[in-house]
């Protein structure tokens, strides 16, 4: 059984950052893309960073480019996203997700399973 959990996030003014973490287990790790999601009040949930954990390929949103660092650690069966330079309109759930292969970027829709989400709040 596939298993993502989020943590990280908190409360954290303009301008600064956060390390989310995505722990995952239940699966052969290096064989799936996981991704960072994220949905605001009233809004869709959208992509905003995804690894393919095999060759460290990455992916982002234009949005958070240059700003937020996606990474992973196999050993530990982990993705981290740094989330830097924080601005008011990063606050939303986060979310972590899994997808079996390679190659999808941030197409949500590739995206089987899912974790429980992350509050991150950038107040202004």
């Known amino acids: 059984e596939v298993q993502l959990q989020a943590f990280g996030g908190g409360l954290v003014q303009t301008g600064g950052s956060l390390r989310l973490s995505c722990a995952a287990s239940?699966?052969?790790?290096?064989?799936?893309?996981i991704g960072w999601f994220r949905q605001a009040p009233g809004k869709e949930r959208e992509g905003v960073s995804c690894?393919?954990?095999?060759?460290?390929?990455?992916d982002y949103a234009d949005f958070v480019k240059g700003r937020f660092v996606i990474s992973s650690d196999n050993g530990k069966n982990t993705v981290y996203l740094q989330l830097n330079n924080l601005k008011f309109e990063d606050t939303a759930v986060y979310y972590c997700?899994?997808?079996?292969?390679?190659?999808?970027?941030?197409?949500?829709?590739?995206?089987?399973?899912w974790g429980q989400g992350t509050q991150v709040t950038v107040s202004s």
């Open positions: 997700a899994a997808a079996r292969g390679s190659g999808y970027g941030c197409f949500k829709g590739y995206y089987a399973d």
């Open positions: 239940g699966f052969t790790f290096d064989e799936y893309a």
């Open positions: 690894i393919s954990t095999s060759d460290g390929e990455a």
